[in-house]
């Protein structure tokens, strides 16, 4: 069952923090999940919730970390000694370890490796500080199963008895070579039904692996994974040797941060922020697009004064200038969506980008034409003026079409600079459309009434 919070849950919480009332707060959290009790942390003060950090045992602890959202966790640690934050982190896997402490300063980083109790455990961290944070080097974890290809099936029991102790969850079997090279997987099931006397080397799959190297991007190993469904994937060096896994939990959350960063991208946030991120993180990730909204109508207003003598003559015109530009950045944002979610999903990599583009041409001509005759005779029936009835039909026509053929062919270039083609989903493209669709409908208005 889901943990409910609730307002008076927390004010309960808040009023045991401070009567130190052990026995309520240890009942109440006890045997709530890290997750519910980082929910709770996020309603209460920092020294609130570092008050409640003090009645969690060390794993608790260590999970509830993690489960934090990045910019409290990172206002949170300011408030824990070196000794305090390594003893959290001594009690993490390896990948979640190096996760907190990259968000350290360098010095801070330092300090909390010195004061690790688990020298082991501690070098494993430092490795995988190395990797970018991106790779699969910077997302595994270093805690896994492997036995040699010459074990007995007994032998092998034994060895995953031994080095499951330091892992969580074992959902497979590595199987290596004398050198670590990844030979193949083997599955729990199989080891179980197996002979105790039986190799390895007879049992292991060894045909069409699926692993990827440190140096993989992150974006594509949730690809592979999500491809083939698999809830764990092996990380091999440049020498094929086995260093690492990445499981199905990392991998979701890769998932979760690509798309807010995708949703923010197509909203104008250069920057990935929460919610509870500061006033002038906010400023900085949303300025730089609302900065280029406002060029694009001050383009849009040069545009209207160089027709200014047409307005006043023909008042009418302006009333559907906003009709032009609402329809133009709709079309192209839907156009450039439909492609960026292609390229997402890597469908354009088989298909012919100019058969994409012919068919967003199709569709803007489609589109176009049904919308260019509604508002035709929508004019016409309100409207006795018959030009402007044709003027803005004439002009929806053109600007849908080019909104659709712009909002294919900006996320494919963006593309092909390796520049996330999620920016194309944004408001540069609904700007653009804006600034070429009041062209062409005062161009086409100053042909037909002249």
């Known amino acids: 069952m889901k943990f409910e919070l609730t307002k008076s849950f927390i004010e309960d919480i808040q009023s045991a923090l401070e009567e130190n009332n052990i026995v309520f707060i240890k009942a109440q959290i006890f045997e709530l999940h890290p997750a ?36 409290i966790r990172e206002k949170l640690l300011e408030l824990f000694s070196p000794k305090e934050i390594a003893e959290q982190v001594d009690q993490l896997d390896s990948d979640d370890a190096a996760d907190l402490l990259g968000e350290l300063s360098e010095q801070r980083k330092d300090e909390v490796i010195s004061k690790m109790e688990d020298k082991e455990h501690a070098s494993e961290v430092i ?76 049992l292991y799959q060894s045909n069409n692996i699926k692993y990827v190297k440190t140096n993989s991007h992150k974006e594509d190993v949730a690809d592979i994974m999500k491809r083939y469904d698999l809830i764990a994937i092996p990380v091999v060096d440049y ?19 690509e798309a807010e960063k995708d949703y923010q991208l197509a909203s104008g946030i250069t920057d990935n922020v929460e919610a509870t ?21 001050v383009l849009s207003s040069l545009i209207l004064q160089n027709y200014e003598a047409d307005i006043q003559i023909n008042p009418v015109l302006a009333f559907f200038i906003p009709l032009i530009t609402a329809t133009g950045g709709n079309v192209g944002v839907q156009s450039s969506a439909i492609v960026v979610q292609g390229l997402a999903s890597k469908e354009f990599m088989f298909k012919g980008i100019f058969k994409r583009i012919l068919k967003e041409l199709l569709v803007g001509v489609l ?36 909104a659709a053929i712009f909002g294919t062919l900006f996320p494919l270039i963006l593309n092909k600079l390796k520049i996330d083609p999620a920016l194309a989903t944004g408001p540069f493209v609904t700007t653009t459309n804006d600034i070429l669709g009041l062209s062409v409908y005062f161009m086409i208005a100053f042909m037909l009434y002249n």
């Open 36 to 71: 519910d009790i980082a929910d709770i942390v996020k309603h209460l003060g920092l020294d609130e919730g570092k008050h409640l950090f003090d009645y969690l045992d060390e794993e608790q602890a260590a999970q509830t970390l993690v489960e934090l959202d990045e910019d």
């Open 127 to 202: 490795d995988l500080l190395r990797y970018d944070e991106d790779s699969a080097g910077g997302l595994m974890q270093s805690e896994f199963v492997q036995v040699r290809s010459s074990f007995t099936v007994k032998r092998c029991i034994i060895e995953l008895r031994k080095q499951a102790e330091e892992v969580e969850k074992v959902y497979s079997i590595y199987v290596v070579d004398e050198s670590d090279v990844l030979l193949g997987v083997l599955s729990l099931k199989r080891l179980l039904f197996a002979k105790p006397t039986s190799l390895i080397s007879e």
């Open 239 to 257: 020498q094929n040797k086995l260093v690492g896994r990445i499981t199905i939990d990392d991998v979701v959350d890769v998932m979760q941060e």
């Open 277 to 297: 991120a500061s006033v002038f993180k906010n400023t900085k990730s949303r300025l730089p697009w609302i900065l280029i909204g406002l060029l694009g109508g």
């Open 367 to 402: 589109i176009g034409l049904i919308c260019g005759i509604l508002i035709f005779l929508f004019n016409f029936f309100t409207n006795t003026d018959i030009i402007m009835g044709i003027t803005i039909g004439i002009s929806i026509f053109i600007v849908v079409i080019i």
